[in-house]
């Protein structure tokens, strides 16, 4: 049905038995063939149509209007309805419109719209309608086309994407003839070489040309485009005012349906700048853009160049890894516009100490490295040993004054590599060393330091499955109360034995954990399964006891701690009370800002927070103050000589005041023997923690300790 503005009904459309022509005078056949070949016709140009008679409601579709919806002829019965289930949501109102106005005012209409065919296929149609009126001017039959355009449509659409990017092309672009006649040049062309579309038409592009490439320069730029259809490559071509500039150039052959070039197209990327910066772009990849130094690139080329002579003169020499100690803490705490002015001045310091012949670099962040040559071993120790004492006093930047320290590696040639990576590695390996022995100082490289390297890159190999293949395990150790006098809480204590290596300590895969991200997917387990096995001791004794979770510092930064805590507390129905994370000092330091923030959260949950090792590190009432704790544990270097040592004994002492004038709980970590527990108790200390009460318990062993 149709309805004109008003919703009034005009017509309905249903089949029209009649045929196409007049069968008064023609016989059957003629008819049949007539009716073939319009069909053809039609399907040829893709044009079906239509025929509406207004009185009877009758309406007719040819063939190839069925094939252009998708359908097969006569598969539907030709109806409004029908029609409109194919035409495009969007187009409905338009179609229906311009239909009902042509009939208001007997006039014909043309309209482009969408389709939907059967088979989901987007495609374009032209319709064109005329109306037949009777004597009295009333319109009898409306007759029309369905024009499938999509082909035009999508062409044009493409021309019109084309024309875009040729007329907004930031790129120069010329389109020559066959013969390398300029027919057409862009604005941005335009713009390129200085002359104007006018100036430039049906002249060669060689008119552009500086003299810049030989004759075999284009011999091979012919011979690839005509073989390829493409050429690529850089040249410098001149302007009209004379001045030369360096372009990028693409040139592409259009060829037609019979393979016969039509057209050439060139497009000009202007490279001038960056051709005038190449030798500033060297500078910069060859030098530290802070402080000058060449860089890590240049630096192995330089080292390697060394080796190469060595092979003549046999002249030894050393490489020294330096790593700033405590860069970290200057960046986050002074910012990192006073960490770069420390490092320039760091690497003004140790130019002036090398000596001429020694070659300096910075890798980068606070890694610096030298190739020094020497005779005598011992002028290296003096060098490291001169480069250690140039920090000894406070560097001042910007009216700060800046605490650093050195921590040195050194590897030898040949004995300790004969190639740059060799070396290098070792001499970080050996830097390292010097941070595990206290920072500050120098080590060499020797090959005891060379297999803890191999062992530490087995471990990170093997944590990647350690946990699938369910190789950690949790040990607990009480923790004795002196006012309740009993096991108030314990300890959970992560444990690994590998089937190749056997049991591993902590403190050998924990730092590799850390280094590796390895720590947070651990520390997810640990804190899941000592949460599930307090579950089952509590419910084995009269009165719950606490646990306590040991979390990395990596963990605390990493982004989603807080909520999957929040979510394990949750899922575990523990009550957050008897739950205590223990931090240690370092960990707190390294981001105590962000820690601080995270530890807020995290005591809002009812979870209780303990300083783990007190006394080791950074200790001091500022960050006790900031930090939202509950319990200080007290490093087990002060309780082991506590009954011989009077200075340990003050230090706990003093550590116990402390933390009651903070209202904290204390714990005395590695109590041993009964003098030590005498002390303790003496000393006010709250609870006490191992081998004389207990060593690390399986969780079976801790349920029959505790019954």
């Given at each position: 049905?149709?309805?004109?503005?008003?919703?009034?009904?005009?017509?309905?459309?249903?089949?029209?038995?009649?045929?196409?022509?007049?069968?008064?005078?023609?016989?059957?056949?003629?008819?049949?063939?007539?009716?073939?070949?319009?069909?053809?016709?039609?399907?040829?140009?893709?044009?079906?149509?239509?025929?509406?008679?207004?009185?009877?409601?009758?309406?007719?579709?040819?063939?190839?209007?069925?094939?252009?919806?998708?359908?097969?002829?006569?598969?539907?019965?030709?109806?409004?309805?029908?029609?409109?289930?194919?035409?495009?949501?969007?187009?409905?109102?338009?179609?229906?419109?311009?239909?009902?106005?042509?009939?208001?005012?007997?006039?014909?209409?043309?309209?482009i719209h969408r389709i939907i065919t059967k088979d989901k296929k987007l495609k374009y149609v032209e319709e064109r309608c005329v109306h037949k009126l009777d004597e009295s001017g009333n319109v009898v039959k409306s007759i029309g086309t369905v024009?499938?355009?999509?082909?035009?449509?999508?062409?044009?659409?493409?021309?019109?994407?084309?024309?875009?990017?040729?007329?907004?092309?930031?790129?120069?672009?010329?389109?020559?003839?066959?013969?390398?006649?300029?027919?057409?040049?862009?604005?941005?062309?335009?713009?390129?070489?200085?002359?104007?579309?006018?100036?430039?038409?049906?002249?060669?592009?060689?008119?552009?040309?500086?003299?810049?490439?030989?004759?075999?320069?284009?011999?091979?730029?012919?011979?690839?485009?005509?073989?390829?259809?493409?050429?690529?490559?850089?040249?410098?071509?001149?302007?009209?005012?004379?001045?030369?500039?360096?372009?990028?150039?693409?040139?592409?052959?259009?060829?037609?349906?019979?393979?016969?070039?039509?057209?050439?197209?060139?497009?000009?990327?202007?490279?001038?700048?960056?051709?005038?910066?190449?030798?500033?772009?060297?500078?910069?990849?060859?030098?530290?853009?802070?402080?000058?130094?060449?860089?890590?690139?240049?630096?192995?080329?330089?080292?390697?160049?060394?080796?190469?002579?060595?092979?003549?003169?046999?002249?030894?020499?050393?490489?020294?890894?330096?790593?700033?100690?405590?860069?970290?803490?200057?960046?986050?705490?002074?910012?990192?516009?006073?960490?770069?002015?420390?490092?320039?001045?760091?690497?003004?310091?140790?130019?002036?100490?090398?000596?001429?012949?020694?070659?300096?670099?910075?890798?980068?962040?606070?890694?610096?490295?030298?190739?020094?040559?020497?005779?005598n071993l011992l002028t290296i120790s003096q060098l490291a040993n001169t480069i250690l004492c140039s920090v000894k006093d406070p560097i001042k930047v910007q009216n700060r004054e800046v605490n650093v320290s050195w921590s040195i590696g050194i590897?030898?040639?040949?004995?300790?590599?004969?190639?740059?990576?060799?070396?290098?590695?070792?001499?970080?390996?050996?830097?390292?060393?010097?941070?595990?022995?206290?920072?500050?100082?120098?080590?060499?490289?020797?090959?005891?330091?060379?297999?803890?390297?191999?062992?530490?890159?087995?471990?990170?190999?093997?944590?990647?499955?350690?946990?699938?293949?369910?190789?950690?395990?949790?040990?607990?150790?009480?923790?004795?109360?002196?006012?309740?006098?009993?096991?108030?809480?314990?300890?959970?204590?992560?444990?690994?034995?590998?089937?190749?290596?056997?049991?591993?300590?902590?403190?050998?895969?924990?730092?590799?954990?850390?280094?590796?991200?390895?720590?947070?997917?651990?520390?997810?387990?640990?804190?899941?399964?000592?949460?599930?096995?307090?579950?089952?001791?509590?419910?084995?004794?009269?009165?719950?006891?606490?646990?306590?979770?040991?979390?990395?510092?990596?963990q605390l930064e990493h982004e989603s701690f807080y909520d999957e805590a929040r979510t394990l507390l949750k899922e575990s129905g523990i009550e957050p009370s008897l739950v205590e994370f223990e931090i240690t000092e370092t960990s707190i330091m390294?981001?105590?800002?962000?820690?601080?923030?995270?530890?807020?959260?995290?005591?809002?949950?009812?979870?209780?927070?303990?300083?783990?090792?007190?006394?080791?590190?950074?200790?001091?009432?500022?960050?006790?103050?900031?930090?939202?704790?509950?319990?200080?544990?007290?490093?087990?270097?002060?309780?082991?000589?506590?009954?011989?040592?009077?200075?340990?004994?003050?230090?706990?002492?003093?550590?116990?005041?402390?933390?009651?004038?903070?209202?904290?709980?204390?714990?005395?970590?590695?109590?041993?023997?009964?003098?030590?527990?005498?002390?303790?108790?003496?000393?006010?200390?709250?609870?006490?923690?191992?081998?004389?009460?207990?060593?690390?318990?399986?969780?079976?062993?801790?349920?029959?300790?505790?019954?």
């Open positions: 049905m149709i309805n004109n503005h008003n919703d009034d009904s005009f017509a309905f459309y249903g089949i029209n038995s009649d045929s196409i022509v007049d069968q008064s005078n023609i016989d059957i056949e003629t008819i049949k063939s007539l009716i073939r070949n319009l069909n053809e016709a039609q399907e040829i140009a893709q044009i079906g149509h239509w025929k509406l008679n207004i009185n009877t409601n009758e309406l007719f579709w040819s063939d190839e209007t069925y094939r252009i919806f998708g359908l097969k002829p006569k598969e539907v019965k030709p109806s409004y309805e029908n029609f409109f289930t194919f035409v495009h949501e969007d187009d409905r109102s338009l179609v229906n419109d311009a239909y009902i106005k042509s009939l208001e005012d007997k006039s014909p209409y043309s309209i024009h499938d355009i999509t082909e035009r449509v999508e062409h044009e659409k493409e021309l019109e994407i084309a024309s875009n990017v040729f007329k907004y092309s930031s790129d120069g672009i010329v389109i020559t003839d066959k013969n390398n006649n300029i027919v057409s040049v862009n604005k941005s062309f335009e713009k390129l070489t200085g002359y104007s579309k006018e100036e430039i038409i049906g002249k060669n592009p060689k008119l552009l040309s500086s003299g810049w490439g030989d004759e075999e320069f284009y011999k091979n730029m012919w011979s690839s485009l005509l073989s390829n259809d493409l050429w690529r490559d850089e040249l410098w071509d001149r302007k009209k005012d004379g001045s030369l500039y360096a372009i990028e150039q693409t040139i592409i052959c259009v060829r037609d349906k019979n393979q016969d070039i039509v057209n050439y197209i060139g497009m000009s990327r202007d490279i001038t700048e960056a051709k005038n910066k190449e030798e500033k772009i060297h500078q910069l990849a060859f030098y530290d853009f802070l402080t000058k130094l060449p860089n890590a690139k240049l630096f192995q080329q330089e080292v390697e160049a060394y080796i190469k002579s060595t092979h003549y003169n046999n002249e030894t020499f050393a490489i020294l890894f330096l790593d700033l100690d405590n860069f970290k803490w200057v960046n986050d705490s002074l910012g990192h516009q006073i960490g770069d002015l420390l490092l320039i001045e760091i690497a003004a310091k140790l130019k002036e100490i090398i000596s001429q012949d020694s070659i300096i670099s910075r890798l980068g962040g606070d890694e610096f490295v030298i190739l020094a040559p020497y005779e590897s030898l040639y040949p004995q300790n590599g004969e190639n740059y990576n060799d070396l290098l590695k070792n001499a970080d390996a050996a830097m390292y060393e010097s941070k595990n022995r206290g920072k500050n100082t120098f080590r060499y490289f020797n090959d005891m330091m060379n297999q803890d390297a191999m062992y530490r890159l087995e471990l990170d190999t093997k944590l990647r499955y350690a946990i699938t293949n369910n190789s950690f395990f949790l040990n607990y150790q009480p923790k004795y109360s002196f006012e309740h006098g009993k096991t108030i809480g314990v300890e959970a204590l992560i444990r690994w034995i590998d089937k190749d290596l056997g049991f591993i300590a902590p403190d050998k895969f924990i730092p590799i954990a850390e280094e590796s991200s390895y720590i947070n997917e651990i520390g997810s387990w640990v804190m899941k399964q000592a949460l599930n096995d307090l579950k089952i001791i509590n419910s084995k004794l009269s009165s719950p006891i606490s646990i306590s979770i040991n979390v990395s510092g990596k390294q981001n105590i800002d962000h820690v601080v923030d995270i530890l807020k959260k995290i005591k809002m949950l009812g979870v209780k927070i303990s300083i783990d090792d007190f006394g080791t590190g950074y200790s001091s009432m500022s960050y006790l103050k900031k930090l939202p704790i509950d319990t200080l544990k007290i490093d087990r270097e002060f309780i082991k000589e506590l009954e011989i040592d009077e200075d340990s004994k003050s230090i706990v002492n003093a550590i116990i005041a402390l933390a009651k004038s903070f209202k904290l709980t204390t714990v005395a970590e590695g109590v041993e023997n009964e003098e030590q527990k005498l002390i303790l108790d003496g000393l006010n200390c709250d609870m006490t923690q191992g081998y004389l009460y207990s060593r690390p318990l399986s969780l079976d062993d801790l349920l029959a300790f505790l019954s």
